[in-house]
């Protein structure tokens, strides 16, 4: 089965999965998009109105946002994957429970081990808190990065909340100007880790 193949049919078992409450709830549930050896994976928080109208991630005005973010650093949404930590939408747009959370939250590791992104951009403390302590707090730690394993994850605002307060824009732009120097980083520390894992050359005798 290949690498595609595999995500697909991790989408298709997310799309049916009723295994917290939001199953019932949701219009579809939103696995997330993009290709399956994309470098840079964003994780929201849950899908919205729109989101769970049309089964895909940030399509609204965060949506539009990010793109426009994607754009300024030469980006398209077709080159990254997005996705949220849980796959269905909480009634009326409350907060996601822990409970749900906990859930859901072996269906976005299991995304995570086949795309194997070399950033993961969390959006939003719910996202944060996947990775960083409790006592992390975003307006104090987005925008650094945190090398974990052989990736870097990197704390940012929502994008809905970047819309509300021009000085989280901002700052939001400002995380983003980091997104290529990082990239590069971690391309050529992830190629000097697959050629360390390669199997040796045979010597040649003449
Ligand atoms: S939120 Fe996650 S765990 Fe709950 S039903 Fe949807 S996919 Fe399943």
């Not at 595609?4 to 009723?18: F, H, S, T, Y």
């Not at 994309?38 to 994780?43: K, P, Q, R």
């Not at 930590?85 to 909480?90: A, E, L, Q």
Request: charged share 20%; aromatic share 6%.
């Amino acid at each position: 089965m290949t690498s595609q193949d595999a995500l697909d049919q991790l989408a298709a078992a997310i799309r049916a999965c009723r295994k917290c409450p939001l199953g019932r709830l949701r219009t579809h549930a939103v696995p997330g998009e993009g290709p399956v050896h994309a470098e840079i994976m964003f994780i929201g928080e849950a899908p919205g109105y729109y989101e769970d109208r049309q089964g895909r991630p940030f399509v609204g005005a965060s949506g539009k946002l990010l793109e426009k973010l994607l754009a300024d650093i030469g980006f398209t949404r077709e080159d990254v994957y997005i996705t949220n930590v849980v796959k269905c939408r909480p009634p009326a747009n409350r907060d996601p429970l822990p409970s749900e959370i906990e859930t859901c939250a072996p269906w976005l590791h299991r995304q995570i081990a086949l795309i194997d992104p070399l950033l993961i951009i969390t959006l939003g403390r719910f996202s944060m808190a996947q990775f960083f302590p409790p006592s992390a707090r975003i307006t104090r730690v987005h925008g650094q990065p945190l090398m974990q394993e052989d990736r870097i994850i990197i704390p940012m605002f929502h994008p809905a909340a970047a819309l509300r307060n021009p000085n989280w824009m901002q700052a939001m732009e400002a995380d983003f100007a980091q997104i290529p120097a990082l990239l590069a980083a971690m391309r050529v520390k992830r190629a000097a880790r697959d050629q360390d894992a390669s199997p040796p050359q045979q010597l040649s005798l003449f």
